[in-house]
């Protein structure tokens, strides 16, 4: 079976803003769609995709904002974390593109784009979108405004293309919303897609947008997030990991996830020779072990944060697993 398709939360706090600025509680909205409100407190974390087109489609119908995509799209690049980081950070409006379909993937495990050279333009491309017809047109809307965004780095924001693909087909109700408005759209396209000059390549990016912009795992620099993983079992870890801290770890929800039964999900995990419940301490293992060697940090915290309603259920699993208590693990590595 294919990886279940994750995305970084970034982007449902940018969907979530926007409902909110609307005059709309997002937390009400993600609870119908079943996400845990606390996927919102962690931008990097990895959750399953269909949760974000979930939350756009119905966000769109709860406000009635048929461009609420366009909205949630003028979030700055710079915010995009690592992802905005490397691309702000490139020299050249081309190196800009190169890395921006590069990175993508590691936003978004199924985030294609591409360049093209056709005539006098360079096509910046997306592979067509997956999901249902509302929530894909506002993650397009989305798109729309960060594509322009990355060209608006070296023409500044006025610039407009000649052209704009756009796979969705509603062209009555989005015709009047800006940028829309005022571009060349195509509706029904099978791609998105936008033709930029390519005198304009060559054009450097501004040097304060480059400036600091490189993450790396160096002495005093944050390491980049882990990129989505390219199986079943490895992207299942990682929405694990992501629901932990909200206690939202359950079967169920992981079934839902992955887009399976509860069943299904049993006899997927055994042909690897797993359960849920070995997956799952599996994690809390691997996510408990680097906690422990900051002594900056609580062992009460470290509980909490691996979804544990109680420390002392925490340090008898944790017993399980290494032999030692948490506290017993700290103190040998602290002294080695």
Known sequence: MDAIPLIRARYLQAFAAAVERTGVRPQ??????????GILENPDALHPAQQ????????????????????????????????????????????????????????????FFWIERRGDDIWFCREKIDGQSDGRQQIELYLVELMLQTVGQV??????????WLQSTDERVLRDFEPLAQLNVRFGCPILAIPIPRKLMSKSLPRNGRQGSRVTGGSG???????????????LRQVIETYLPSRHAKIEAAAEAAGMSV?????????EGLTFSQLVDEVRLEMAVPQ????????????????????????????????????????HQLVS
């Open 28 to 37: 009400r909205l993600l609870e119908a769609v079943k996400i845990p409100v």
């Open 52 to 111: 974000l087109f979930d939350f756009a489609g119905h966000a769109a119908r709860v406000t009635g904002r048929a461009d609420i995509g366009l909205v949630a799209g003028r979030t700055k690049l710079d915010d995009h974390g690592a992802f905005g980081n490397r691309v702000s950070g490139a020299p050249t409006l081309h190196q800009a593109l190169e890395t921006f379909c590069s990175e993508a993937l590691k936003e978004y495990s199924r985030a």
């Open 155 to 164: 023409t500044g924001p006025g610039w407009q293309p000649g052209e704009l």
């Open 221 to 235: 620099k944050q390491a980049p997030p882990k990129p989505p993983a390219a199986d079943f079992v490895g992207s």
């Open 263 to 271: 069943r299904s999900l049993q006899r997927r995990l055994a042909s």
């Open 292 to 331: 422990l060697r900051d002594p900056d940090i609580r062992l009460t915290d470290i509980a909490f944060g691996l979804g544990y309603s109680d420390p002392a259920h925490f340090t008898r699993a944790f017993g399980r697993w290494a032999g030692v208590s948490p506290s017993e693990y700290r103190a």
